[in-house]
């Protein structure tokens, strides 16, 4: 009986991956104690000082960790900068002597003053089983040289990733890249001042790559400018003459349209084998026009995200709709003026191989948005996995949601709800969005429509929306089993109730973001009671503008660092105006060990710095001027 406990708890722990996910286990029984985490493949550890303690307890420590572990193939590391080169070099030999199944490292530096250098880098030159390697840190711009990795002979892959308030990589850094001779794979954001792409061209001799990514720092827009000499470093990078070399997909931004068409003149070719643009600056049809029926154009993009200038056309959407390769098209349009003609989404279902589809456009623009609508993109997109979509009082809302389910492999979903407030009231046949004595009736968003293999949940109201969620009585299993994201932003009527059964219908939780306006009742013992609920919650989000705010005091922080869900926290954000007003007392927060990052906005950098001391591992960010302009800005109104 015991050997069959003991087998099943590592077979359990196997499914869970995640160390983490994988120590409740350990309180089931005694054989699972010891068995839950062996066969789990993932770690993530704080390297601080306090790992390094001499004597028999701290060895005792760490024999017990690579004892009870020792299947890791990836490993993350949170390196505190009160740990030395000596100390960081010695916790990633152990790791590699012990780790035989380590193939992926992840360090994160989260203190943007701890600059990251070559002699770090040489550490990591010492692990030759690696496969893949993330970096997550504040890059010297010239003592980083990225060429000492150059002995990793089964390196294939390496993204690189600027910690918070530092830069990315300039173009010595990718000069240097250039030396890794195994690498597959390359993802790095760019640095808007020290990044022009002009070095580009060292990476032609890496014979292997087939995927180069240069990103940006923030999300949905490029912050760095590629110059004309980029154009020819790509264009090396697709005519490559070794034997071994497969053709490079590329996914990077773009000053404007005529940039975008001239690198697709310049990479059009066999060794190309697709290519995802991101447009800094708003375009024209014409400039549209002549980006997608460049040459490769129709072949060869898979992905563009851009701007329109003035309200799309529906030659503009004729034109997008000819290449046939898109996998995802994200488009926007800040421009008031509206169109002479609707924009019919029907020419669009011809994208086939559409998985992502963003359109932050104003609704009215659109044909309003009915069931039958919902149902054919989900007929034609059958592979879509994220959808982003604005609402207006004109479309069928209720009804047209209600079909999101026929997305059976939707993975990500954005909504949000634009038009006049309205006041509560009973849905109309269907629940139809529309004007009845001289008031707007409420869309209402059933969750149990939603598709189950949904990971993020995104939901954005300047009106009322109602949420209707079926309670435990109403429904066997959890409605959204796989959420790992919830972003709640607007008039959705939170009670501590409501948010219980959302809960509740989501209970793999990890990040919940919560923006609250007008009169809704969330109290701060109704949080406390979710994040109870969530011992996977690892991001909790808070922006309070109601009338009546939580009430965060010093006590009930305490307290809320002391609740099981809240404690395992790795980012916190608070903007009320507890925060802005009240002297926040370190020792509130020092419950919160595992926090990487700590937003107080409205915080006092005295009281920042003194936070510091207490989470040195975090990165802690204050902004009490943007505080001070959202207040003026709030009275104005």
Known sequence: MHSVLTVLGAEVGKHLGDVQNALPLRSVCKEWRDTATLSSTEADIDLSPGIFEDGASGNAKKQLFYRRCPRLRKLTYHVSP?????????ALREASRRLTSLEELVLCFNNPAQQFETRQLAVLANLPMLKALTLQANFHPEACNFGVLGSLSSLSSLTVLPSEASTGLTDSHVASLGLLHGLASLEFPGHARAFTGSTLGALAALPRLSKLLITSNKPHSVDYTLELPALAGLRALTRRSSSAATPLHLELGVPDAAFGAALLRAVAGPGLGSVCIAVREAADSAAIAGLALAPGGKEKL???????????????????????????????????RAPAARVELAPWLALR?????????????????????????????????????????????TQA????????????LSLTWLGQAAPAAAAGAGGLTRRRSGSLEVPVLAVQHLPCSLEELSLTSISTVRLAVPSAAQRSTPALPQLRSLVLDGCFGLTDSLLQA??????????????????????????????AALPGLASLLLSDYREAPLCLSQASLAGLSGVVGLAQLRHLKLSTPDVVHAELLPSVFAGFSKLRRLDLVGCQDQAAAALGLVLPLCCIKHSPEWAADLVAAEAAA
Request: hydrophobic share 50%; proline share 7%; charged share 15%.
């Open 353 to 397: 191989q559409l998985q992502h589809l963003h359109l932050h456009i104003n609704p009215a623009w659109r044909a309003p948005l009915q069931p039958a609508t919902v149902a054919a993109m989900a007929e034609a997109w059958p592979t879509l996995s994220h959808l982003h979509l604005r609402l207006s009082p004109g479309d069928n809302a």
């Open 82 to 90: 009160a740990v030395s080169l000596a100390k960081f070099e010695a």
């Open 302 to 336: 898979a992905g563009l995200d851009l701007e329109f200038r003035a309200a799309p056309t529906p030659e503009d959407v004729a034109v997008l709709a000819g290449c046939g390769r898109l996998t995802r098209l994200h488009l926007s349009c800040k421009c008031p």
């Open 502 to 531: 959302l809960v509740a219908a989501a209970p793999r939780l990890a990040a919940l973001t919560l923006v609250l306006t007008g009169r809704q009742g969330l109290s701060s013992a109704g949080l406390a009671a979710v994040a």
């Open 401 to 412: 949601l209600n079909q999101l389910g026929s997305f059976t492999c939707l993975k990500s």
